[in-house]
Every structure is written in C-alpha cells, then in structure tokens.
C-alpha cells in the first residue's frame, strides 16, 4: 500500500502563491505517475496537472495552465505543486494520487491511491 499526505495549503491573496507538497511512503514514488487534483464545495472532482514518472512529460488543466507547475523528486518520494497568481476559483481541496503506469493520465478512475487532500483558499 502506498500512503500519500497532502501539506503546504492555506489561505491567500488572490495574485499569491502557494506550494503543495506530496510526501508518500509504502512504495517507492519512482514506480507511478502523479497528478493533482481538487475538488471546490459543490462540485465534482476535477483534474489539475500530472506527471510521468521521471518526470518528462507533464500535463495541465486548461483553467491552471501557465500559472501552476508540476514537479516531482523521486529521491524524496515527493511531488510538488507550484501555483502562482491564485484566483479566487482556485479554491478547493486539493488532492495527488499516483498511478501505477509511467506515463501521463488524467482521468481520476486512472489511480490507484489518493491522499486526503489540502484546503485551498483564495481570497479576492
């Protein structure tokens, strides 16, 4: 079993920045794809941005492309989500998943462990 925790939420200004972290434990990360997701009240669960497994290859949501980024460290078994210029629609709780293939995925049926998520608030 693999065991992903979320960190690196909070509140901000709209305009700031923010810097998730995923930490996993159980498996080695280098195995997995990674992707991030969020899910904001009242709405489905969407996808955000994902990454191969060495980290070639990234992928991004129309609504953050630009402005958010993608990385991993397989070495620290830890993936990171840099976001930048936070817009209020930005709020939500964000989760990363990993799934068990070395490429790019983004639908969420494609992974196989998720974490608990981070809150996210953007404030205008």
């Known amino acids: 079993q693999m065991r992903l925790v979320e960190s690196g939420g909070g509140l901000v200004l709209a305009g700031g920045s923010l810097r998730l972290s995923c930490a996993a434990s159980?498996?080695?990360?280098?195995?997995?794809?990674m992707g991030w997701f969020r899910q904001a009240p009242g709405k489905e669960r969407e996808f955000v941005a994902a990454?191969?497994?060495?980290?070639?290859?990234?992928y991004y949501a129309d609504s953050v492309k630009g402005r958010f980024t993608i990385s991993r460290d397989n070495a620290k078994n830890t993936v990171y989500l840099q976001m930048n210029s936070l817009k209020p629609e930005d709020t939500a709780v964000y989760y990363c998943?990993?799934?068990?293939?070395?490429?790019?995925?983004?639908?969420?049926?494609?992974?196989?462990?998720w974490g608990q998520g981070t809150q996210v608030t953007v404030s205008s």
């Open positions: 159980g498996r080695n990360l280098r195995n997995y794809a």
């Open positions: 998943a990993a799934s068990n293939t070395i490429v790019v995925v983004t639908p969420s049926e494609a992974y196989d462990y």
């Open positions: 990454i191969s497994w060495s980290g070639g290859n990234t």
